[in-house]
């Protein structure tokens, strides 16, 4: 990273769309008195810290349940459905709802059928949430669960769906590219074992289906999985019966098949680690337990490269922490924001840091218990969830502020929020948000198909911040350009291997492929969307506008499936009890 150590004058600086700044260049004094003078040949990269201020704050509303091992959702309304988890008093089947802006909790109609923690939570195509799995208790023991139910966002209500195929915990639960769910691996069965299959829900359906099982050695809980571009699931390392593990397991949806064999292997296994989408295609691990305890290693990991992929350290710098079992969120700007988790070796504390990956300087920034350090203010939180809200702020609800068997095992029933990026508008005396904020008026109010175009129409796309500065004030140029972002809303949950894998759609290169653009980039764009539904999977989607790392407020946008042409005709039903009926149609 850059030090301002290393003095200069007469050089430039570009503003990066992740608000790194580029040093290029200049001239520098080897004198005191500046008497000799020597060029700066060698450019340098300025790496902002993860927020311009240490921002994040406790909220004064309060949560009717602490909770961790839970999961968060993001609404198609804006709100954030917060489920299940542990409390002191053991599992939870209590749900409640947090409305971003107003920051207030509120109760739902009634609870889950079934309590819960360690489960998935995935917001389907149709805006209502499955809640699949996850250990329960009866009244002997506690084990896995095969139930699942689906939460309905209109009545606030929960519904059961039919059984899953397996019981099973601490597996991953991902979108498919045609607006299934995945569920794969885990632990469940007589004698908690290490599960090999999967299975897809069909929401249309309400109904489970078996998918192909992984052979024995390819078993895995404790996972990271992501959607690649290509629309295959790639489920990373994670443990079973011979311990941790190096391997990945691939998935093709379209065949039914998994591949155990040709993914290239981690550097070390790692279990209790996070794995995040990039921009660009490839796959951000971090953090994790390699069974000694946590490590402060990332990698990245490129489908593209060889037939196998290629994994490499990320450079020049590690985890400024530790940890394992954290979560993992992939920003608007393409850096990558982690927080929380634990370190066993340190005595079963909490990292106290929130970092960020930075992909341009491929390094990580911000660091706990420095003077300039990010961090919540109430104190670390471990097993709590970190969402993305529409007003462009993360909120951690929830957690504890240690790890069990270690310093501080308090439960939390607040949250706290901080911008994820936060915009000079905020900081800077009598500087209001239309100077440089971008806004959204309209979207399109059908959904997005892929192969089919997107319109947005707002105001201050092109944003106000100078972009680049030369060696003097005529040096200087605004090139500021719009970005549009689109990011899909998947799964979320208070694990590392339940942390959302992040998959986004970069449409900033198609503002300028359409040349009817030009006339309007700063309040009206129209872009072409990807041609595949691999490319754009089907779901739920945040929008953001922006220029320079200030971003619009999100809208939300429903990515397919195509609504249907017409009513249906030839309703028949059918009586199947006395409170129960079933409809068919044509």
Known sequence: GFSYADHRYGHSTTLLPNNDKLIVGGRSCVAPLCATQVAVPLADMGIQ???????????????????????????????ILIAGGKSSGGLLRHAELFTPGTDIF?????????????????????????????????????????TAEIYYPDTKRFIP??????????????????????????????????????????????????????????????????????????????INASGPLTSSALYDPVANTWDC?????????????????????????????????????????????????????????????????????????????????????????????????HISGSSWATGGGTSDGVKFSGGARAYHTMTLALNNKMYGIGGQDGVSG????????????????????FFSKDAPPSLRQATIATIPAVPLLPG????????????????????????????SFPHI???????????????NGGFAVDLTTQIFLNAGNLATLDTSLTVALPLTSAAMPYGWYTLRVGANDIFSDAKMLQGGPPLPVGAPTGITGTATGISSMTWSWD
């Open 49 to 79: 810290l993860l927020y311009a201020e240490k921002n994040y704050a406790t909220l004064s509303s309060l949560a009717a349940q602490k909770r961790t091992l839970h999961t968060s959702t993001l609404l198609p309304n804006g709100d």
């Open 106 to 146: 509120s109760p739902i109609n009634g609870e889950m059928g079934q309590v819960r923690g360690q489960h998935s939570a995935t917001l389907l195509p149709n805006g209502r949430v499955l809640i699949a799995g996850g250990s329960t208790t009866n009244a002997t023991s506690t084990a896995s669960t095969n």
């Open 161 to 238: 769906t039919s059984p899953m195929t397996d019981a099973r915990a601490n597996h991953s639960a991902i979108m498919l590219p045609d607006g299934r769910v995945f569920v794969a691996g885990g632990r469940g069965g007589a004698g908690n074992i290490t599960l090999g299959t999967a299975e897809i829900f069909i929401s249309t359906q309400s109904r489970w289906m078996s998918a192909a099982t992984m052979i024995a050695s390819c078993r895995r809980a404790i996972h990271a999985t992501v959607q690649l571009k290509n629309g295959k699931i790639l489920l990373i390392g994670g």
């Open 261 to 357: 064999a040709t993914v290239t292997a981690l550097p070390i296994p790692l279990f209790s680690h996070t794995a995040t989408l990039l921009f660009d295609g490839r796959v951000l691990v971090t953090g994790g337990n390699d069974g000694v305890g946590e490590v402060n290693r990332s990698y990245i990991y490129d489908p593209g490269a060889g037939a196998g992929g290629t994994w490499t350290e990320t450079d020049p710098t590690p985890l400024l922490e530790p940890r394992f079992d954290h979560t993992a969120t992939l920003l608007p700007n393409g850096n990558v924001m982690i927080s929380g988790g634990a370190q066993s070796a340190a005595g079963n504390t909490v990292p106290t840091s929130i970092e960020a990956f």
């Open 406 to 425: 270690g310093v501080g095992v308090s439960m939390y029933n607040s949250a706290e929020a901080g911008f994820f990026s936060a915009t000079p508008d």
């Open 452 to 479: 089919g175009n997107l319109t947005v129409t707002g105001s201050r796309f092109r944003g106000g911040t100078e972009a680049s500065g030369g060696g003097a004030a005529s040096a200087n140029s605004a090139f």
């Open 485 to 499: 972002i689109l990011q899909q809303v998947d799964g979320s949950g208070g694990a590392a291997a339940q942390s």
